[in-house]
């Protein structure tokens, strides 16, 4: 089975920290992504990556960065967390052809106080 | 115009007949496309895919793409109140993958 793990299933931090959510997969998938998930609003693309150190923007990449230093781990960096970036974050991954389904993770919430 | 598209919902559904959820989208050159089933609190789970004109069918579920038309749909048969979930529609191109707002089914006994 496909595993996808995020670091952490809940997170509270305070305006201005710089966060960090985790997310690796097992099954040496190419492509990883990372989502936000709002009510209403469904999954947005934040970020993906389709190879180690390449990275694209998504839909709504303002206030976030990504790090892929290595295949099996991406990284979503808030630079300095703000309130309106509370949120359910999914990691995902999948293969590399369009024919391919993406795998989630089980999802971090972060509150930002 | 958002890429891909859904009715919210709710939508209401009596046990043993059929749900039918559509979703359209904007982006011709999109090449395949998925549905996922989201229960409340958890991830998304991939129900079916389909990146062919036409129908596929798994078990009770019934996806059918039309590409000239530009939109997707997935029929459920035989609804169980399990079905009760939030389903969301994706499209695939090279390399993203790009969803829609989902659709809340409700499934009554």
């Known amino acids: 089975d496909v595993k996808v793990t995020q670091s952490s299933r809940y997170l509270v931090k305070r305006t201005g920290e710089k966060v960090f959510l985790e997310c690796v997969q097992d099954m040496d998938h190419e492509n990883m992504f990372w989502y936000r998930q709002d009510p209403g609003l469904g999954l947005r693309l934040i970020y993906f990556s389709y190879d180690v150190k390449m990275k694209e923007k998504g839909d709504i990449p303002e206030g976030y960065s990504v790090s892929r230093e290595k295949k099996e781990r991406f990284s979503l960096i808030l630079e300095s967390a703000s309130t309106n970036q509370t949120s359910m974050y999914l990691c995902?991954?999948?293969?590399?052809?369009?024919?391919?389904?993406?795998?989630f993770g089980q999802g971090t919430r972060l509150t930002v106080v | 115009q958002k890429e891909v598209e859904q009715n919210s919902g709710p939508l209401s559904v009596p046990e043993g007949a059929i749900a039918s959820l559509n979703c359209t989208y904007s982006?011709?050159?999109?090449?395949?496309f998925f549905w996922y089933r989201q229960y409340s609190g958890k991830s998304p789970e991939l129900i079916m895919f389909i990146y062919s004109n036409g129908d596929k069918e798994d078990g009770r579920f019934t996806a059918q793409l039309n590409k000239a038309s530009q939109y997707v749909s997935l029929l459920i048969r035989d609804s169980q109140p399990s079905d009760s979930a939030t389903y969301l529609c994706?499209?695939?191109?090279?390399?993203?993958?790009?969803f829609g707002s989902g659709t809340r089914l409700s499934i009554r006994p």
């Open positions: 994706a499209k695939r191109g090279a390399s993203k993958i790009i």
């Open positions: 995902a991954s999948s293969l590399g052809h369009s024919n391919t389904e993406a795998f």
């Open positions: 982006d011709r050159g999109s090449q395949s």
